[in-house]
C-alpha cells in the first residue's frame, strides 16, 4: 500500500489537470458563438482541430484515474473523488464536443449573409460558461451550498432557447428561404442549451463526492422538446 501522501498528491495533481481542461473548454462555448457571430471561417476550422487535444486530455485523466484505483486502492471520500473526476472529464469532452458542432455550423454557413444570429445566442453562451466556472470552482472546493445552487442558472439559459427557438420558426414560417439558415441556428441554440444540462451533471457529481448522495437537482422550467436534424446525433 502506498503511503496516504501520495494518494492525496496524486488526486490533487488530477484535479488541476481537470480544473485547467473544463477552463479551456467554458472558453471554447464563447469563442465559437463569438466566431459564428464573426462568420470566422479560419478561427473554427482552429476550434474543430483543437477539439482533437481535448479528447487526448480527457483520456490521459482518465487513465489516471484508473491507475489510482488499481495501484493505491483509494476508499470512501477518495474513490468518490477519482469516480466525479472520471464523470466530470467526461462531461467536459461532451460540453466541448458542443463547441466543435457550432464551429462546424459556422463553415456550413460560409460567409453567406442569409440571416443573422439572434443576438441571444451570445447570452446563452456566456450563462452556460458562467454556469460551468461555477460548477467546476464548487468542486475544487468541494462547496455542495454552491453546487445546488448553480442548476437555477439553467432556468435562464432555457428562457433564452425558447425565445430563440420562437424566433426562428417564426422568420422560417415567414420566409421558407431561411429553412437551412434557421436550422442551423436552432441547433447552435441546442447546443448551448445541453451545455447547461452538462453542467447539472457536474454538479450532481460534487453533491456526491461530497455527501455520497446521488441526487437529480431538477429545474423547475422545462425546455421545449430538444431539436434535432439529420445532420447531427
Known sequence: MVPRQTLE???LRLQDELLTLG?????????????????????????????RLVNQRRMVIEA??????????PIAGDLRTIAAMLDIATELERINDYAKGIAKVTLMLGERE????????????QLAQ?????????FARRDVDLARAIPAGDDAVDTLYNQVYRELMTLMIANPATLDCANCLLWVA???????????NICERVVFTVTGEMVELDTEIESPPTYRNSQQG
Open 23 to 51: 477552463n479551456r473548454v467554458s472558453y471554447a462555448i464563447v469563442e465559437a458563438v463569438d466566431l459564428l457571430r464573426r462568420r470566422d471561417l479560419v478561427g473554427a476550422q482552429r476550434l474543430i482541430a483543437e477539439d
Open 9 to 11: 498528491r496524486e488526486i
Open 114 to 125: 442569409l440571416l443573422k444570429p439572434p443576438p441571444d445566442l451570445p447570452h446563452m453562451a
Open 190 to 200: 441546442h447546443n448551448l442549451e445541453r451545455t447547461a444540462d452538462r453542467v447539472i
Open 64 to 73: 489516471d484515474c484508473l491507475a489510482l484505483i488499481a495501484t493505491q486502492q
Open 130 to 138: 458562467g454556469m460551468l466556472h461555477r460548477a467546476l470552482h464548487a
